[in-house]
T-cell receptor, first 108, second 115 residues
Framework: LAKTTQPISMDSYEGQEVNITCSHN???????ITWYQQFPSQGPRFIIQ???TKVTNEVASLFIPADRKSSTLSLPRVSLSDTAVYYC?????????FGAGTRLFVKA | GAVVSQHPSRVICKSGTSVKIECRSL??????MFWYRQFPKQSLMLMAT?????????EQGVEKDKFLINHASLTLSTLTVTSAHPEDSSFYIC???????????FGPGTRLTVL
């Protein structure tokens, strides 16, 4: 499974767009890219998943360049409740290895 | 969406006792379940992969005789921490995979404190 690298932490203000980039240089052909959100003392919550180009759902967008060696999670207009740890993972064959994640802190 | 539950949500036990944690997929059948452990301020660490009806596959460094995993049905997997010690205190999280989808659904976690 491809190892992922993300910034350790990020700060933002309410109402701003937040982009978190993840690198996964050794991603396998069959792997998807999945992002999870985790609040303290809770299990991770699925945000979005994609294979290539762009995926958008009601909470986020995921941008994946053609070489798939990186991906960017975009959170539009964050609020205080978006303060959490965000994990980028490459998922293939179900087994999932979590990286260190990005701790996002949204300020008022 | 798919729901995964864990029971208990938190447990406190004495050193040397065994603790069982249940993981259930409530509205789907899960052929594969995963168990993770998470220490404070750290990421989730995969402990083992559990497939219904077969022995669990443990990650390197995880003692299979200490962390007993049973996946007897398509909706239930259990993790038993045997002879628990304070260093086993952690947040244990399970996840379940719905066979048709490439997505894991995570449980809410179980906080284990060993005194």
């Amino acid at each position: 499974l491809a190892k992922t690298t993300q910034p350790i932490s990020m700060d933002s203000y309410e109402g701003q767009e937040v982009n978190i980039t993840c690198s996964h240089n050794n991603i396998a052909t069959n792997d998807y890219i999945t992002w999870y959100q985790q609040f303290p003392s809770q299990g991770p919550r699925f945000i979005i998943q994609g294979y290539k180009t762009k995926v958008t759902n009601e909470v986020a967008s995921l941008f994946i360049p053609a070489d798939r060696k990186s991906s960017t999670l975009s959170l539009p207009r964050v609020s205080l409740s978006d303060t959490a740890v965000y994990y980028c993972l490459t998922t293939g064959g179900f087994k999932t290895i979590f990286g260190a994640g990005t701790r996002l802190f949204v300020k008022a | 969406g798919a729901v995964v539950s864990q029971h208990p949500s938190r447990v406190i036990c004495k050193s040397g006792t065994s603790v069982k944690i249940e993981c259930r997929s409530l509205d789907f059948q899960a052929t594969t379940m995963f168990w993770y452990r998470q220490f404070p301020k750290q990421s989730l660490m995969l402990m083992a992969t559990s497939n219904e009806g077969s022995k669990a596959t443990y990650e390197q460094g995880v003692e299979k005789d200490k962390f007993l995993i049973n996946h007897a049905s398509l909706t239930l997997s259990t993790l038993t921490v045997t002879s628990a010690h304070p260093e086993d205190s952690s947040f244990y999280i399970c996840s379940a995979v719905q066979s048709s989808y490439n997505e894991q659904f995570f449980g809410p976690g179980t906080r284990l404190t060993v005194l």
